[in-house]
């Protein structure tokens, strides 16, 4: 697994750096019901003065996530990026929830998992509350799921959560840790 220093040192060349700057910045201005508010001037200067995190929201867009900003915090002066693609993004589905559960297995082990694939690049699995308020902002996972942090007493047990929405509503449910499956992924959240 990547730590913070390793995370911090990788760096975008001036092609990928403008690439991922231009696909957020239309992404913004398409979708401003998420950052009432908010202008991206100050987003892309918040960005630029934390390069480290560049790296982070790049690997977010690489694998379908389509980061957003979704929420400024003003005490801390941060901004919140979460995975608003439409789906749970593809290039990070078939995970089982975390290295325990991976390890876990016996046979026919995915690639990895999903607390170690976010660990890796740098970002956080939502949490459950943090899922239901992006669910306010749009409908995310009509066909797909996300997992989601899982309170420790249920991890404990050999259980993970994974949320979607169906019928108009946003729903939670439980899966032992170690399951993966095709439609099911997880969406990231990065503070800058």
Known sequence: MANNNEIAAAELSAEQREALFKA??????????????????????????????????????????????????????EYFFYDCSVESPKGRRSLC?????????????????????AAEMGIELLTEAQYRALQQLGNFDAKSSSWVITPDPIRKLGGALFCDRRYDTVFVYHNGAESYYAARGFRGSLRI
């Open 97 to 117: 929830y975390d290295h325990a559960a991976l390890e876990s297995r016996k046979e026919h082990k995915p690639a990895n998992s999903a607390v170690g694939m």
């Open 24 to 77: 957020l910045k239309a992404r913004f201005e398409k979708n401003m019901i998420r950052h009432e508010g908010l202008d991206w001037a100050s987003v892309q200067a918040k960005l630029e003065a934390n390069a480290g995190k560049l790296w982070s929201l790049n690997e977010m867009e690489r694998t379908g996530g389509e980061p957003d900003v979704v929420h400024y915090e003003n005490k801390t002066g």
